[in-house]
């Protein structure tokens, strides 16, 4: 089974992208901030990370910033921000991250944007 870490600070946010996502045949783990989700990192192989840019404590970039270069090629890595300036962009690119998904964004989009990275 897929393992999938949803990382972001709005409670309502990670409950939509995990309804989103549970139909899918997939074991779904949430962390509230950057901390948790290194903590949830340290112990645990996922196939997909979705990660908010921007979060108190760590931002998105600093959570990828803090993780080997090993992890973070065993995992893709899917970025949801509201950040969609180019530099931004470069920033989240050079720290590993494989796809974007502006905010707001559809739950259909984000579906099907997940169904495509997992099926490679």
């Known amino acids: 089974m897929r ?10 946010l990670r409950m939509l992208i995990a309804d989103t996502l549970e139909d899918l045949d997939v074991h779904i783990d949430i962390a ?6 290194l903590e949830k990192l340290n112990d645990t192989d996922y196939d997909l990370m979705l990660i908010d840019y921007m979060m108190p404590e760590l931002t998105g970039i600093e959570v990828l910033d803090r993780l080997s270069r090993e992890k973070k090629d065993r995992m893709a890595i ?3 921000t509201a950040k969609a300036q180019d530099s931004d962009r470069t920033k989240a690119l ?27």
Do not use: H, T
């Open 32 to 37: 509230e901030d950057g901390r948790i989700a």
């Open 78 to 80: 899917l970025m949801l």
């Open 3 to 12: 393992k999938i870490l949803i990382v972001d600070d709005d409670e309502i």
């Open 94 to 120: 050079e720290a590993g991250v494989g796809r974007f998904i502006p905010k707001p964004f559809s739950p259909l989009e984000l579906l099907k944007v997940v169904e495509e990275i997992l099926d490679r």
